[in-house]
């Protein structure tokens, strides 16, 4: 039996602060599109939940291996908005695959038509990431859940 010690020490803080930013972000936006009482709906089905428990998640619409929309943040109208991550139920963002066709549709009608087009472009963009800037983005999305 590996200890949990050897395994977290073998990680590399490149990893580390990846995972970190990850679940940072993942709880600003579940919290960024919650009701007053926490409540969020998914995205693709509207189930509504509540942000932290549920199985409520943060589904992205394009792949997390694509590092130049993983954690994507625009203005828009004065918000935050993350647009290529929403909450989304577990049934929709792991069983049905992110519904990602239902995502893009979403965000088309919300945000403008082109808007899905406009983030599979930019998803495609090679963007790399020093640690520095990882751990940086994890304090900006602490800084911004605070301020909800």
């Not at 803080?13 to 990850?22: M, Q, S, W, Y």
Request: glycine content about 8%; proline content about 1%.
């Amino acid at each position: 039996m590996v200890s949990l010690f050897f395994i977290l020490d073998s990680v590399s803080e490149r990893t580390r602060a990846v995972t970190n930013l990850d679940a940072a972000y993942s709880v600003y936006v579940r919290r960024r599109y919650a009701d007053t009482q926490g409540y969020v709906s998914c995205w693709t089905c509207g189930k509504k939940k509540f942000w932290e428990k549920d199985g409520m998640q943060a589904g992205h619409f394009q792949t997390r291996t694509k590092y130049s929309t993983r954690w994507h943040v625009e203005e828009i109208d004065g918000k935050q908005e993350t647009l290529n991550c929403m909450p989304q139920c577990a049934h929709c963002n792991m069983g049905n695959g992110g519904r990602q066709y239902e995502f893009g549709r979403n965000l088309d009608r919300v945000y403008g038509q082109g808007t899905s087009d406009r983030l599979i472009q930019k998803s495609n963009r090679t963007i790399k990431f020093t640690t520095a800037e990882l751990k940086e983005l994890t304090s900006h999305f602490k800084r911004l859940t605070k301020e909800l």
